[in-house]
C-alpha cells in the first residue's frame, strides 16, 4: 500500500535529495524537525521542505532527530538523511594530547580549537591523561577537559590496584608526581622502567632527585625553556627543584602517559643510582659514582666534538 502511494506522490510532492558534493549540515540543539526540513531546502540539499516532512511521516521512524553536525555526501536519498540525523551519527572531530604535554600547553590546544565552545582555566598538572579525544563542534571546552581527568583519574586507580611490590611511592598522587619526572627523563620510550628503576632506587636510598625538568617547571610551568639552566636555577629553593631537596616535588611537572605510569608502579629492578646522556638520544646508566662521572667525562668530550662546548 505504501509503495503505491510513493509511486502516485513521488517525485513532484515528495520532492528529493540533490547533494552534489560532500557537505556538512548542523542541527542546534532543540530543533524541530521542520525547521530542519526548511533549512535543507535553504540551503539547497533537498527540493521541498513539505515533501521531506511528508516522507518522514508516511516512511521514517518515530526515533527523535539528534542536535549535531552531520555529514551528507553525494547520493544520498532523502530518507538516508533523515536515518542519519535520527541515528546521532555526528561529525567527530579530534584533539590529540601526546605524552609528557604539560598542562599550559595543553589548555593553548584546546583554546585554540575553534570548534570547542567556553573557557577554561589551566587544568591542574597532571590531571590529563594523554591521548587522542574525540568531540564535537560546538562542545564545550570544559567537557573535554571532564574526559580527559576522568581518563586519567580511570587509568591511575586502576594502575595502582596493581602496583608491584617493589613500588617506591606510599601513595597514588606520589606515584603521579614521580611519573611526571620519569615521562620527561626518558630520552626514548623504552628507557621508561629503567629510569623508574633508577628514580625508585634514590627514593629508596634518600638521595635527591636531581632531575633538570624540575628545575625547570617553577621557571616554565613546563614549556621549553629555551637556553641553558643556570647555576643560580640550579641551586634554587622551591617546592620542585629536587637539586635543593630530598624527595618527591610538591606535584607533577607535566601529564605523564599511561606507560610513565606503569612504569612508577612496577619499576625496573636494578642497581643504578645515575645517568647520563650518551649522544643518542637516550642515556647511560650507572650504579657508581665513579663510573657516572666517566660517562660523564666521555658526554662532554662528546659535545666538544660537536661544537656544543667550548
Known amino acids: 500500500m505504501l509503495a503505491g502511494v510513493a509511486m502516485l506522490l513521488a517525485p513532484n510532492v515528495l520532492g528529493e535529495a540533490q547533494i552534489e558534493e560532500e557537505t556538512s549540515f548542523i542541527i542546534p540543539s532543540g530543533a524541530s524537525l521542520t525547521s530542519v526540513a526548511q533549512d535543507l531546502e535553504a540551503a539547497g540539499h533537498i527540493t521541498s521542505a513539505d ?9 521514517g521512524s518515530s526515533d527523535p532527530i539528534q542536535a549535531g553536525e552531520f555529514a551528507l555526501t553525494p547520493g544520498m536519498s532523502q530518507g538516508q538523511i533523515l536515518a542519519r540525523f535520527q541515528s546521532g551519527d555526528v561529525i567527530r572531530r579530534f584533539v590529540t594530547v601526546p605524552e609528557g604535554m604539560p598542562s599550559v600547553l595543553v589548555w593553548e590546544r584546546l583554546m585554540a ?4 565552545t567556553g573557557d577554561i582555566p589551566v587544568p591542574p598538572e597532571g590531571s590529563i591523561l594523554p591521548d587522542t579525544y574525540a568531540f564535537e563542534r560546538g562542545q564545550p571546552r570544559a567537557e573535554l577537559v571532564e574526559q580527559m581527568q576522568a581518563a586519567m583519574d580511570r587509568f591511575l586507580a586502576e594502575a595502582w590496584a596493581n602496583r608491584g611490590e617493589n613500588i617506591a611511592v606510599s601513595t597514588m598522587r606520589e606515584a603521579l608526581i614521580l611519573a611526571s619526572i620519569v615521562e620527561k627523563e626518558s630520552g626514548v620510550p623504552h628507557e621508561r622502567g629503567t629510569v623508574a628503576g633508577l628514580y625508585s632506587n634514590r627514593l629508596r636510598a634518600g638521595m635527591m632527585l636531581q632531575a633538570d625538568p624540575t628545575i625547570i617547571y617553577p621557571i ?12 643560580s636555577e640550579i641551586s634554587a629553593v622551591n617546592g620542585y627543584n629536587t637539586y635543593t631537596m630530598v624527595g618527591l616535588p610538591e606535584g607533577p611537572i607535566t601529564n605523564p602517559g599511561r606507560e610513565a605510569i606503569l612504569a612508577v608502579m612496577n619499576p625496573e629492578d636494578h642497581d643504578s643510582l645515575y645517568m647520563v646522556a650518551d649522544g643518542t638520544g637516550g642515556h647511560e646508566f650507572n650504579a657508581t659514582l665513579d663510573a657516572h662521572n666517566e660517562a660523564v667525562g666521555r658526554w662532554f668530550e662528546l659535545r666538544r666534538q660537536r661544537g656544543e662546548m667550548d
Open 113 to 116: 580549537e575553534e570548534l570547542l
Open 220 to 231: 616554565t610551568k613546563g614549556k621549553p625553556l629555551g637556553r641553558r639552566i643556570r647555576r
Open 51 to 59: 515533501g521531506f516532512l511528508l516522507r518522514a511521516r508516511l516512511f
